[in-house]
């Protein structure tokens, strides 16, 4: 345990009590009410800056949050968003036109957006850090008494973020951000009861790594893969996986303990990494940094990877708030691509207890806001599943713009009993979403070009049949050709078939042979619909 110096442990002091203002404050965060409050929000990704790269278009995902905007939808509420580099004019008008009842100059007079101006790959709160003068202008545009501050993930940079601004942060604080790392979820995962791969420790090097596996395999000998997780990724990036049948070759049933380590340290070279581009010499310089588990790989014919999402409020209650069936795609299928909600209800319900589980470990703990578990389901026939739990997302994720669009659009309500989400007029909604809607063809689209394909296609959200398409990571297109959707509709068919339209409408306006998958994600989403073929 790390014994705090006094200036850190009065620091650690100042910003619990900064939280603690948050319980007279948190509700408008969810709810649609009429009491005055400002929200800033700051879509930093702080994380680890290097695996973040692996990521196509990382620089515009500050984008994810945007759905805040539809916060505006309450009169009296204020919001500051703050990006890297200024945003397109036409991509804030496309969120603020999407608020019901609200004139549109009244929501953009109660919206400030802020920039640093800087395009430089490090996590946006430090750019803010670094620029008193723009530190001060937030500071004053805030009623302190009345401000609270989300994001996208809270580091010691939200914390004195928070702290220097006097606004308290809606988020784990950053000491407990070890339970959304890769160790820190199996530690949870076994203190709560909840059902997990087999695995090991937090390891610092590739030779307690090779040891690791080994012991592994010894106690699982018929042990087919195992995955290299380092501590802290994100979409899957900063795994790796282990192929123990091209090693039982050289280290067979009789093999000793050190033989099989030796075979094992041997094949970390040939490791199968989930990015393109990454080699062992970089990946093991990683595990130094970072630290790194080893765990089963879980084999099924008809496997799903299904999560939870659920929020600790500030009175220390945990709540879920929706299911996914998670969309995965890369070279073994580990990289998150897209998801369809709700979860199949053959497990949702199960997973909304499990979540439960999760949720009240993690409030024991201190942990505040959002929380995701992710999964892995096997099929064991019969409408069986075998549920094992994978990692936790202490901050928000790929599920949670996709759902949040969905609730603010509708001021509908998750059911616990059904695990489904209904409108005011009592419709079951549902939505297939994706952050990685790619072809090299929609490269040089900008934000216009899009707001015209929609307009002219009518690919917009209906806000009176709340059926159709809320698009995000514009600012991605031009240069990446990405895009991301949520699809909504009033059934999984109809979602698809919205998600299908918007797809063939850009390649007719982009020219795209139909039938050329130029991305994985493309064909990801074309292949995993029917059968869920991950």
Not at 116 to 137: A, F, G, N, V, W
Not at 291 to 315: D, L
Not at 476 to 487: A, H, I, V, Y
């Amino acid at each position: 345990m790390v014994t705090l110096n006094i200036s850190e442990s009065d620091q650690a002091d100042r910003f619990r009590d900064l939280q603690l203002t948050i319980r007279d404050r948190w509700k408008t965060i969810e709810l649609f009410d009429n009491s005055d409050a400002d929200i800033l929000v700051v879509p930093s990704l702080s994380i680890d800056q290097h695996e973040l790269r692996k990521v196509e278009g990382c620089e515009h995902y500050e984008e994810r949050l945007l759905f805040s905007l539809m916060r505006l939808w309450n009169p009296r509420t204020r919001l500051i968003y703050i990006t890297s580099m200024p945003l397109h004019p036409s991509i804030i008008d496309y969120y603020l036109q999407l608020l019901p009842g609200i004139p549109f100059s009244h929501a953009r007079n109660r919206l400030l957006l802020l920039s640093t101006y800087d395009s430089s790959l490090k996590p946006l709160t430090q750019k803010i850090l670094e620029r008193p003068r723009l530190l001060e202008r937030i500071r004053q545009a805030l009623r302190l008494d009345k401000s609270f501050m989300t994001c996208y993930n809270s580091s010691h940079f939200e914390g004195e973020l928070s702290l220097k601004l006097g606004v308290p942060l809606y988020a784990a604080a950053p000491n407990l951000q070890i339970w959304g790392s890769k160790s820190g979820s199996r530690e949870i995962f076994a203190e709560s009861g909840v059902p997990l791969p087999d695995g090991s420790a937090l390891v610092w090097d590739s030779t307690d790594l090779a040891l690791s596996a080994a012991d592994l395999w010894e106690r699982q000998p018929s042990l087919q893969r195992m995955v290299v997780k380092l501590n802290e990724g994100i979409s899957g990036e900063g795994n790796a996986l282990l192929d123990l049948r091209a090693i039982a070759k050289f280290a067979p049933p009789e093999s000793s303990h050190a033989e099989r380590v030796a075979a094992i340290s041997d094949r970390f070279s040939s490791l199968r990494f989930q990015a393109t581009k990454e080699t062992w010499e970089n990946f093991s310089g990683r595990i130094t940094e970072l630290g790194a588990i080893v765990e089963a790989f879980v084999e099924g014919e008809i496997k799903r990877s299904p999560s939870v999402q659920g929020r600790i409020t500030p009175n220390g209650e945990v709540e879920i708030l929706s299911t996914h069936d998670q969309i995965l795609g890369g070279p073994d299928g580990q990289i998150y691509l897209g998801c369809r909600f709700p979860a199949d209800e053959a497990y949702r319900l199960q997973l909304q207890q499990l979540g439960i589980k999760v949720g009240r470990k993690l409030a024991e703990k201190g942990a505040l806001e959002r929380f995701g578990v992710d999964f892995i389901a096997v099929d064991k026939g019969n409408n069986d599943w075998d549920i094992q739990a994978i990692e936790i997302n202490l901050r928000k994720g790929g599920t949670t713009h996709p759902f949040m669009t969905l609730k603010l659009l509708t001021n509908g309500r998750y059911d616990l009993s059904t695990g489904l989400f209904y409108s005011q007029q009592g419709r079951p909604k549902y939505y297939i979403a994706t952050d990685n809607l790619q072809k090299d063809r929609y490269r040089g689209l900008l934000p216009n070009d899009l707001m015209d394909i929609i307009a002219h296609h009518r690919l917009h959200f209906d806000s009176g049949t709340e059926i159709g398409t809320v698009f995000h990571l514009m600012g991605c297109l031009s240069q990446f050709g990405k895009l991301g959707l949520t699809c909504i509709g009033d059934s999984p068919q109809q979602a698809e078939e919205i998600y299908n339209k918007v797809v063939k409408v850009l390649d007719e306006e982009t020219r795209t042979n139909k039938s050329d998958f130029s991305s994985f994600s493309d064909y990801a989403f074309a292949t995993t619909w029917d059968g869920y073929s991950f």
